[in-house]
């Protein structure tokens, strides 16, 4: 059983960036292609960017593309989110899960906050 743990959210001034990690535990990571999510307050949980278990394919959403690069290292486990050019409209908690079958177990996310 895979599990999650995200990290390096923060407080960012707008066009400032961040960088994210999910840190995954448990058998064969590798197979797994993973994504990363965000919740907004209010908001329902949505789909930002993923990445294939090689790591050789990724896909944004259409709001963070450009912007944001999701990438992954198999011998750290860990996927990673570039956030660049950061807008007030990027805040909320960000979570990470396996690709296309989420885990239904979540981890805790990572807040990122953008002030303008």
């Known amino acids: 059983q895979v599990q999650l743990v995200e990290s390096g959210g923060g407080l960012v001034q707008a066009g400032g960036s961040l960088r994210l990690s999910c840190a995954a535990s448990g058998p064969a990571f590798m197979g797994y292609g993973m994504a990363w999510f965000r919740q907004a307050p209010g908001k329902e949980r949505e789909f930002v960017a993923r990445?294939?278990?090689?790591?050789?394919?990724?896909d944004y959403a259409d709001s963070v593309r450009g912007r944001f690069t999701i990438s992954r290292d198999n011998a750290k486990n860990t996927v990673y989110l570039q956030m660049n050019a950061l807008k007030p409209e990027d805040t909320a908690v960000y979570y990470c899960?396996?690709?296309?079958?989420?885990?239904?177990?979540w981890g805790q996310g990572t807040q990122v906050t953008v002030s303008s």
């Open positions: 899960n396996t690709h296309p079958r989420p885990l239904p177990a």
């Open positions: 990445i294939g278990g090689s790591g050789r394919v990724t």
